[in-house]
């Protein structure tokens, strides 16, 4: 049995907490931390039969009966406490992104190469049933040569403008999701990005800095072009479909939806809408990608989303964001080098 620390139990730690508890085999959480632990979170960590609540993370480090951590926390701690745990001797699940300045990621990389525990980065849609459908029929061949890949990813509402300033940006934040999907289903490397952003819906966003609504091409290392488009807001809810087209045909995903019924009448034809956010779309992926990860630690496998992985990414963004502030095509070459990479 693994024992896990989650360090910050907010809405992301929560879903982990949860799943590890009802879906995964082999695993358990023995402990949480989080600096505004109260008596709501304390409640909601007894209830999974959590016992060890903590306001201090390092208790969760020196404890030697915890095998695993996972960093649930904010943003800008995603690096500092990866480092730390693995220091500690633990293998380290992080939420993405590891870190948004490429020389504090590169700090993790060395850490994870040295300490010979294992790390995996929270790209869960790398588990949903969906998109691995996609990326096992591409790699099987099915399509042929790759031409197109198309990702459509729409949100349902806005972030607050608060979080907004924090988030890095939407392709930082939004995005990357998107930039590790093209990896991921085309298995081949980004080498160029073009991106177009503008605000379209909230002025507030435009004033923090940021967009709410992108285009962004990119060119493969494999010949094949990517397009990806973005929303901060869809009414229709949660939008994330997806296709690879190739010289043998082509494969997409649709929107998952509470039930796929269709009422027909002399008025038109209707269908449910789209799962709301997140949380409903990729309740499954979650426990999956929790499960992989503790799968890795048992049978000492590599994992399936790594540190590198994590990297590129955020190596991608920075790219795009250059490219919708200077409205030029940047080559991932530039922006390795940037960072001597």
């Known amino acids: 049995m693994i024992n896990i620390g989650i360090i910050g139990i907010g809405r992301i730690g929560r879903v982990h907490g949860e799943?590890?508890?009802?879906?995964?085999?082999?695993?358990?959480?023995?402990?949480?931390?989080?600096?505004?632990?109260?008596?709501?979170?304390?409640?909601?960590?007894?209830?999974?039969?959590?016992?060890?609540?903590?306001?201090?993370?390092?208790?969760?480090?020196?404890?030697?009966?915890?095998?695993?951590?996972?960093?649930?926390?904010?943003t800008d701690q995603h690096s500092p406490l990866s480092i730390e745990a693995l220091q500690a001797g633990k293998h380290v699940f992080c939420e993405k992104p590891i870190d948004h300045s490429i020389e504090k990621i590169k700090e993790?990389?060395?850490?994870?190469?040295?300490?010979?525990?294992?790390?995996?980065?929270?790209?869960?849609?790398?588990?949903?049933?969906?998109?691995?459908?996609?990326?096992?029929?591409?790699a099987a061949g099915q399509i042929g040569k790759q031409q197109i890949i198309k990702i459509t990813s729409r949100d349902p509402e806005p972030p607050s403008i608060?979080?907004?300033?924090?988030?890095?940006?939407?392709?930082?934040?939004?995005?990357?999701?998107?930039?590790?999907?093209?990896?991921?289903?085309?298995?081949?490397?980004?080498e160029e990005?073009?991106?177009?952003?503008?605000?379209?819906?909230?002025?507030?966003?435009?004033?923090?800095?940021?967009?709410?609504?992108?285009?962004?091409?990119?060119?493969?290392?494999?010949?094949?072009?990517?397009?990806?488009?973005?929303?901060?807001?869809?009414?229709?809810?949660?939008d994330q479909r997806a296709e690879v087209f190739g010289t043998n045909g082509a494969i997409s995903i649709k929107n998952d939806s509470s039930s796929n019924a269709v009422f027909s009448g002399k008025n038109g034809v209707v269908a449910e809408k789209p799962l709301f956010f997140f949380l409903e779309r990729y309740m499954n992926a979650y426990a999956d990608e929790i499960a992989s990860f503790v799968n890795a630690i048992i049978k000492d496998t590599p994992t399936l989303v790594t540190a590198q992985d994590g990297l590129e990414p955020v190596l991608i963004g920075l790219a795009a964001q250059k490219s919708a502030a200077e409205n030029r095509p940047i080559s991932l070459k530039e922006i390795r080098a940037a960072y001597g990479l």
């Open 19 to 74: 799943s590890i508890s009802n879906h995964v085999k082999n695993a358990q959480v023995k402990a949480v931390a989080d600096p505004f632990l109260n008596e709501n979170s304390i409640a909601w960590a007894n209830s999974l039969g959590i016992k060890e609540t903590y306001t201090n993370y390092k208790k969760i480090l020196a404890d030697p009966t915890i095998d695993a951590v996972l960093i649930c926390a904010s």
């Open 108 to 138: 993790v990389l060395k850490v994870v190469e040295t300490s010979g525990k294992k790390y995996q980065v929270g790209f869960n849609r790398r588990f949903d049933h969906n998109f691995k459908a996609i990326q096992e029929a591409v």
């Open 162 to 190: 608060d979080y907004v300033k924090i988030s890095g940006g939407m392709f930082l934040d939004m995005t990357i999701h998107d930039f590790d999907m093209v990896r991921y289903l085309s298995g081949s490397e980004v």
């Open 193 to 238: 990005v073009y991106a177009a952003g503008s605000v379209t819906v909230d002025p507030a966003i435009g004033q923090a800095g940021d967009v709410d609504t992108a285009i962004i091409t990119l060119k493969l290392a494999n010949g094949a072009t990517a397009v990806i488009d973005n929303c901060r807001q869809a009414c229709y809810g949660y």
